[in-house]
């Protein structure tokens, strides 16, 4: 009797020992943007998650290439980001499993008050791209192959300019994330484009403040895919998809609508009905 105790003392031991290394594995990586983590969205949602499911979520915050990049060597279980045409590109070359739409904000144009290119108020952003080109206004690009990075260059693009190819003297670019913009258009009274999102999270804004806001083309969609199993053997795809999995739920989009700051929604969750 005494030794089967003591088998039975030893085994549970044994167990014990072990708990703390399960419980660690129980952890997934999710490579997302700067902007779902400037905003503080994580901080809100992924308690919440953890509660549901035991499962913690460390988030490295890059800009969207970057985090696609993360994707495609398997540094990551998840890609959280907003760049749709390079998110499809990312599951068309077999990198992501498949693409999921999960909320949308919008872009907002930021400037001084003082306004040196005169386009606070308006609702064409093209337009207003022109006038601080026309007038040499100062502007700051994350320049950073970012989601929002992407953006301001197709907007440059389509206003038939490209200041990031001419490299005139009044375009700074920081290669750094949307906080740093920020910080820097605040220092330099210049303006910047930015996600609302970490715009209304952002407390250093001196006489920063939206000069543009509203147009179709500043919107801003975010979607979230599983790294492809096939590709890197050691994603966490079980894991990975049941984080997806909640996101996209009525609970996960009821989370993300109701993270606010001041009163205001900072995301939009409109991931397709599941179930």
Do not use: C
């Amino acid at each position: 009797m005494h030794t089967t105790r003591l088998l039975l003392a030893l085994v549970v031991a044994g167990l014990l020992s072990w708990t703390p290394a399960l419980a660690q594995d129980k952890s997934i990586i999710v490579a997302s943007t700067t902007s779902t983590q400037d905003s503080g969205l994580f901080g809100h949602i992924l308690p919440l998650f953890k509660a549901k499911t035991g499962i913690d979520v460390k988030v490295v915050a890059q800009g969207t290439g970057q985090a696609l990049d993360t994707g495609r060597r398997g540094d990551t279980d998840v890609v959280f980001v907003h760049a749709k045409a390079q998110e499809e590109k990312f599951v068309a070359e077999g990198f992501g499993v498949k693409r999921y739409d999960v909320m949308y904000n919008d872009f907002v144009l930021i400037g001084p008050r003082s306004d040196p290119a005169g386009i606070k108020g308006g609702k064409d952003v093209l337009a207003a791209f022109k006038a601080i080109n026309g007038k040499g206004a100062p502007f700051v690009s994350r320049g950073d192959k970012s989601g929002t990075h992407s953006a301001e260059l197709a907007l440059w693009k389509k206003a038939r300019l490209d200041p990031a190819g001419a490299k005139p003297a009044w375009y700074r670019e920081i290669g750094q994330g949307m906080g740093a913009a920020l910080n820097t258009a605040s220092g330099m009274g210049a303006y910047v484009l930015a996600d609302r999102g970490t715009w209304l999270s952002f407390k250093n804004r001196g006489d920063l403040e939206i000069v543009v806001e509203g147009d179709k083309q500043l919107f801003n969609q975010y979607g979230i895919m599983l790294v492809n199993p096939e590709k890197h053997a050691h994603v966490k795809k079980e894991l990975g998809q049941q984080f997806i999995d909640w996101v996209i739920s009525k609970e996960g989009q009821d989370a993300i609508r109701s993270y606010t700051i001041n009163g205001q929604q900072l995301f939009f969750p409109n991931a397709a009905p599941t179930g």
